[in-house]
């Protein structure tokens, strides 16, 4: 997966409260493989009043548009997050500023090609979103009057310049040849996201909230009834935490690291590795959890990239 669009992800889960291992529901709707669902999903967010209270849903809608490759959809999604997270993060600062910049950063770089490569289409869609953001409530436009003085000022340079841009960017591309490459090369990248996402054998973005949760418990489960496990902790294990690593976002979790704080002692980690089989209709099938090693060295005190069942040579190893 893009850096990029790992970026987004990441941000996003931050915005959300979530974890990045277990997308929300409402996320995964948009990452669909059914792109029909994932389109229908899309419009559902536009009009659902609950939208313009999470703008920064608005640029997963872009991102997801932009796999499946429906370019205009994913540049009027941009541009509408763009405008209404802007328009959050200077009224409430803070956090909010924070993700809506690492967000628009993330998102960006795929959806403003689309517009230096096709000016009108970009000045047709900026038409669309104005409109739209003129006929939609917005309950941080409504907070504006209250907002400091160099709140508003901002503001308002912002929207000033904001409907501006698709002029300034076909002002900017010249001959266009430049920004056909790299609108080129963005569809590759952003294509290439979904393949990965819908190759045979993975779990439908809808379904991974569900399947990961459930992979949690098996994991759970077997940390906190193994053997090995209890006799490292010398009976009863007062809590267990559970981190997963994936080769990428809404892939299933192949390797957990547990935290386990025994009754007494000192916390120490238990490896798991998980197999999984997902069905023809991309549900979770079969989940076999194995328990891999024991380790006291937490992710900080780990060698980056290596196993830590073998890079540690007091790890407890399960054969």
């Excluded at 809590?239 to 704080?261: C, D, G, M, W």
Aim: proline share 5%.
């Amino acid at each position: 997966m893009s850096p990029k669009i790992s970026i987004l992800l990441l941000a996003a889960s931050l915005w959300a409260g979530s974890t990045a291992a277990a997308p929300s529901d409402r996320v995964a709707s948009l990452y669909s493989c059914d792109q029909e669902a994932a389109r229908v999903a899309a419009d559902e967010l536009l009009a659902d009043p609950a939208t313009v209270r999470q703008p920064a849903l608005l640029f997963h809608a872009a991102m997801a548009e932009r796999t499946a490759g429906r370019r205009e959809r994913a540049l009027f999604f941009h541009l509408a997050a763009r405008l209404r997270g802007t328009r959050q993060a200077l009224v409430e600062g803070g956090e909010a500023r924070q993700v809506v910049e690492a967000l628009n950063a993330s998102v960006a770089p795929f959806m403003m090609p689309i517009m230096g490569r096709d000016p009108e289409l970009g000045r047709k869609v900026m038409r669309q979103v104005l409109e739209w953001d003129s006929a939609t409530p917005d309950p941080f436009r409504d907070k504006v009057p209250q907002a400091a003085g160099t709140v508003r000022n901002d503001l308002a340079e912002f929207e000033a310049g904001f409907a501006q841009l698709a002029e300034a960017v076909a002002r900017g591309v010249g001959d266009g040849s430049q920004a056909r490459k790299t609108d080129e090369h963005m569809e590759k990248m952003a294509l290439a996201s979904h393949a990965r996402r819908c190759a045979p054998g993975t779990v439908d973005a809808t379904a991974a909230p569900a399947a990961i949760a459930r992979i949690d418990e098996e994991v759970r489960g077997l940390v906190t009834a193994h053997p090995l496990v209890l006799r490292r902790a010398g009976g009863a294990i007062g809590k267990v935490a559970i981190a997963s690593r994936a080769n990428h976002q809404y892939a299933l979790p192949h390797r957990y690291t547990v935290s386990v704080v025994p009754g007494s002692g000192d916390t120490f980690y238990a490896e798991v590795d998980v197999a999984s089989t997902v069905g023809a209709d991309r549900q979770l099938g079969k989940i076999t959890p194995k328990l891999a090693c024991l380790t006291d060295l937490w992710i900080g005190q780990r060698e980056a990239v290596k196993d830590v069942c073998t890079s540690d040579p007091r790890a407890l190893r399960v054969r």
